[in-house]
């Protein structure tokens, strides 16, 4: 039988305005089969978002959903978490959303370790403003204001995740569309904070800029670029010279924010010593 | 039974009177001269089962208020003038999404970071035009301890009533001064929780005015699963840019506000029935009117005070009377006029309105008062 996807969306709010061989759409049916693995509770479930297109996710999901300003739906978040921590709280996001203008909240969403799913779908660019370089624009890519080729830095979000705190820190592609079910399944199963990083494809306003054919050149890249983090063990650095990890690249467990605020509870009213 | 009597400073009583509304949820960043109210919260809260973060920067600060307010519960924060700032892209979000909330802002030298431990009245136009775009404020301004713990327990009944942010406006020499404070029993002020919707969640729309100008809020997590933005959005919660709904979304957020000015505004007339010269004051400046305004009387002159409770909405109706009935109006505030232009508004040019200001980091004191009073007659 057909998964039913309609079970977890609001029908009567599609299409939705993503363009053509954007990948927000792999990443939403990945969060859709990754809820239903879980049995998530709907109404116990609260997908919380910034602002851009990926940030429109939410509103497509039959769930509490928040589409707050931008950058700040880790903090949003963080409210409602610790406000009722039997809630699921998901936060779906950009690069732009998460790692610029959220940055400060999102490494501290990362440091207290809240037990909350993070998805970033990074596409490198500011898509819904028209295709402004982003955090996560590669270096001398071209964006709508970087038409010199891009000269800043670019952001591991996976890796700021790890250094921030971040307990659960995985990857992966909207190629690798079947495996980001699994990926996001486990990133909420995990108690922590759990970021998923996605890389995505925006063919509207970075692959144009990017000579980028197609939108199966654009997705395909991924496929070429990207390695498993287990295969990567028995390759040599040569191999891997240029290549981007992809699966779960951290876990570990540390104290999760609301259990431990829980504990201050009990001390402030002296059942603990 | 004898009442409890406290010797509190104001940010504790502010503390103490968010409590007393049943507040169970305070998210902050430090700032001078507000942290007293976190210090005491964060002893507080736990305490009643409730919860207290201190977040990475104001802004994250406002938005965990709002998204706990989502779950049902009553929230505050607590800052001043330069975090108040940082807070007003969120304060605009509270306003459209309507989320009751409840700022404490302790005013204090501006703009910038101005004078940290100095006091000030500055902060009366952006708790009015802060964020951006056309929306309803509320905000409050105590003038004691008392006041402070009494108004922010009403300032929480707005917040519920209206689904709104609400915003009390203490002068540092409020929030920081020490004072003698009767604290009300359980039951004797009245406290408002937010009305939750009486209609199965597969009915519930957030903004439905078909149950009035505010709609009844659902709590996430309660069963009811609903979307909320802050883009211009139609009575489900979901965005729309169609001209006429945007219009008349607009003009009802001003309007439940504007329609209960009567319910909201509150003021003090102090010795105005045979006042010559009214002075219009708010805050710690209405103490050294007072005591101006009793030297005053002594020496023949008779003056009286008008005293802001409400600051927004403004009294407008109350101020335009009272400028029918003496020959001048005084206006002194610690800051370089923003309470004189309301009260120019309102007064439409019948009697002069003369401007007493100071912005040194010092209380406006009553010989200042007193020497204006003797200048206008």
Not at chain 1, 7 to 36: F, N, Q, S, T
Not at chain 1, 182 to 199: M, N, P, R
Request: proline letters at 6%; glycine letters at 10%; hydrophobic letters at 40%.
């Amino acid at each position: 039988m057909a998964f039913d996807y309609e079970k977890y969306l609001r029908p009567e709010k599609l299409p939705h305005i993503w363009c053509p061989g954007c990948g927000h759409g792999i990443v939403m049916k990945g969060l859709i089969r990754a809820m239903d693995a879980l049995q998530l509770d709907k109404n116990s479930t609260a997908i919380v978002s910034g602002i851009g297109c990926a940030s429109r996710l939410p509103g497509y999901m039959d769930c509490c959903t928040l589409h707050t300003a931008h950058g700040r739906a880790p903090a949003f978040a963080t409210g409602i978490k610790l406000a009722k921590p039997e809630m699921n709280v998901i936060l779906v996001a950009g690069d732009g959303d998460m790692v610029a203008i959220g940055g400060n909240h999102f490494i501290h969403a990362c440091r207290r370790n809240i037990d909350m799913t993070c998805i970033i779908m990074n596409n490198y660019v500011y898509g819904m403003t028209g295709g402004q370089f982003s955090p996560t624009t590669p270096t001398g890519q071209k964006a709508s204001t970087t038409p010199y080729g891009n000269p800043d830095p670019t952001f591991d979000i996976a890796k700021l995740a790890i250094g921030a705190g971040a307990t659960f820190v995985a990857r992966g592609t909207s190629y690798h569309a079947n495996q980001l079910g699994g990926l996001i399944s486990q990133a909420i199963s995990h108690k922590g904070f759990s970021v998923v990083e996605v890389l995505d494809d925006c063919p509207t306003t970075y692959g144009r800029r990017n000579k980028f054919r197609s939108v199966i050149q654009m997705m395909t890249r991924h496929k070429e670029n990207c390695v498993p983090i287990k295969a990567a063990q028995v390759m040599s650095p040569e191999q891997l010279q240029g290549k981007v990890l992809t699966g779960i690249l951290h876990k570990e467990e540390r104290p999760e924010y609301c259990d431990e605020y829980a504990r201050i509870i009990r001390l402030a009213q002296g059942a603990v010593r | 039974m004898a009442k409890r009597v406290a010797f509190l400073q104001g940010n504790e009583a502010a503390a103490f009177g968010a409590l007393y509304a049943g507040c169970d949820f305070f998210a902050g960043y430090p700032i001078t001269p507000a942290t007293e109210v976190s210090e005491v919260l964060s002893v507080e809260l736990p305490k009643v089962g409730g919860k207290f973060i201190q977040m990475e920067d104001e802004i994250g600060a406002m938005a965990a208020c709002l998204g706990a307010a989502l779950t049902g519960s009553k929230v505050l924060t607590a800052t001043s003038g330069p975090g108040f700032s940082l807070k007003q892209e969120l304060i605009g979000y509270g306003c459209i999404a309507e989320i009751p909330c409840v700022i404490i802002d302790v005013m204090r030298g501006g703009p910038s970071t101005g004078m940290p431990t100095g006091p000030s009245q500055s902060d009366i136009m952006a708790a009015r035009w802060g964020t951006h775009g056309d929306h309803p404020a509320i905000c409050l301004v105590p003038a004691s301890v008392q006041e402070l713990f009494e108004e922010t327990v009403r300032a929480f009944n707005l917040a519920e009533t209206y689904r709104t942010p609400v915003i009390v406006l203490p002068d540092e020499i409020i929030a920081h001064m020490r004072e003698r404070i009767v604290i009300p029993d359980a039951g004797e002020l009245e406290v408002i929780d937010r009305r939750l919707p009486s209609v199965p969640p597969e009915e519930y729309k957030p903004y439905d005015t078909s149950f009035g100008d505010v709609p009844p809020l659902a709590s996430f997590g309660s069963g009811y699963r609903f979307h909320v933005t802050g883009l211009n959005k139609m009575q489900d919660g979901f965005p729309t840019t169609k001209p006429s709904l945007v219009q008349a979304e607009q003009e009802r957020q001003m309007r439940k506000v504007n329609a209960n000015v009567d319910d909201i505004v509150t003021y003090e007339e102090y010795l105005l029935e045979d006042a010559e010269i009214a002075v219009v004051a708010f805050g710690s400046t209405s103490r050294s009117v007072r005591y101006a305004i009793n030297v005053a009387r002594e020496q023949g002159i008779r003056a009286g005070m008008f005293r802001i409770r409400t600051i927004w909405p403004f009294p407008d109706r109350q101020i335009r009377e009272l400028s029918t009935r003496v020959r001048a109006i005084i206006t002194p505030e610690m800051n370089l006029g923003m309470c004189t232009q309301e009260v120019q508004r309102c007064v439409e040019g019948r009697v002069p309105v003369q401007g007493l200001f100071r912005v040194d980091g010092e209380p406006i004191n009553p010989d200042q008062i007193l020497e204006s009073l003797k200048k206008v007659l």
